[in-house]
């Protein structure tokens, strides 16, 4: 299991939403493409599908930009990761054959699906930014 482009920069940009949460400012896709380093067209798509399953609100006007809609200990990564993929883990598999041996296999691809949605669950954007913080700190201690 991989995660992808388009999962890593939507959870870029919510960490970075996470980080001004607390201001209540909204941020332009501008600030947060070049502090994260994403294309700003890609970005707009993304942050427009992450609107639309209301994980961040829009502000119109000159002071306008994107916010996330719930705080970010209430987001977790499997919200982001299943809306920007648009995947369920619950589904079963379709090509499997009905052998014995393509029982097997499914069913261990389902343990496999439960473990990495129970993992996306137990992480949230808060989680995220403290653990960002956190490396952040120990990149900043030299020692002599």
């Known amino acids: ?16 939403l996470s980080a001004n949460h607390s201001t209540g400012d909204p941020l332009q896709i501008r600030q947060i ?5 994403i294309p700003d067209r890609y970005l707009e798509q993304l942050l427009a599908t992450l609107r639309r399953a ?4 829009s502000q119109r006007g000159a002071r306008g930009g994107y916010l996330l809609a719930r705080v970010p200990w209430q987001i977790t990564l499997y919200d982001v990761v299943s809306c920007i993929e648009g995947f369920d883990l619950q ?29 996306l669950q ?23």
Not at 33 to 37: E, L
Not at 132 to 137: F, G, L, S, V
């Open 54 to 57: 209301g994980l961040v609100r």
């Open 33 to 37: 493409a070049t502090k994260q380093n």
């Open 122 to 144: 137990k992480y949230t954007l808060q989680d995220l930014l403290e653990r960002c913080r956190a490396k952040q700190q120990v990149d900043l201690m030299y020692y002599i």
């Open 91 to 119: 589904r079963e598999p379709e090509t499997t054959p009905k052998t014995p041996q393509g029982l097997v296999i499914t069913e261990v691809w389902q343990e496999a699906r439960h473990a990495a949605e129970a993992v």
């Open 1 to 16: 299991m991989e995660l992808s482009s388009k999962s890593e920069y939507a959870l870029l940009a919510l960490v970075e």
